[in-house]
Nanobody
Framework: QVQLVESGGGLVQAGGSLRLSCACS????????MGWFRRAPGKERELVAA????????KYVDSVKGRFAISKDNAKNTVYLQMNSLDAEDTAVYYC?????????????WGQGTQVTVSS
């Protein structure tokens, strides 16, 4: 079965950096779109960044463009989210996601989440 395990979260001061990792197993991930979502206190879950295994195309939510970078290591089946210039507004639980668009809808698998706390 598909398993996604996040790591790398923690407490960091505003302006600092963190790198999140998502270890993927149990699936043929070349057919998935990979993404990082986050849920901040009192806010809806939002897609932060996404990447495709096949061609490495990336997308970002406007609020993190220029600060965050999603990347992947195909050999390790691992997806990363490099987060720079962190702001208190980035505080959230970050979730790794693997999605497949099937039958006109997305099928999603989720990691357990990793907490990122940015002190202002």
């Amino acid at each position: 079965q598909v398993q996604l395990v996040e790591s790398g979260g923690g407490l960091v001061q505003a302006g600092g950096s963190l790198r999140l990792s998502c270890a993927c197993s149990g699936g043929t991930f070349s057919v998935y779109h990979m993404g990082w979502f986050r849920r901040a206190p009192g806010k809806e879950r939002e897609l932060v960044a996404a990447i495709t295994w096949t061609d490495g195309n990336t997308k970002y939510v406007d609020s993190v463009k220029g600060r965050f970078a999603i990347s992947k290591d195909n050999a390790k089946n691992t997806v990363y989210l490099q987060m720079n210039s962190l702001d208190a507004e980035d505080t959230a639980v970050y979730y790794c996601n693997a999605g497949r668009f099937i039958d006109l809808d997305w099928t999603n698998y989720w990691g357990q989440g990793t907490q990122v706390t940015v002190s202002s």
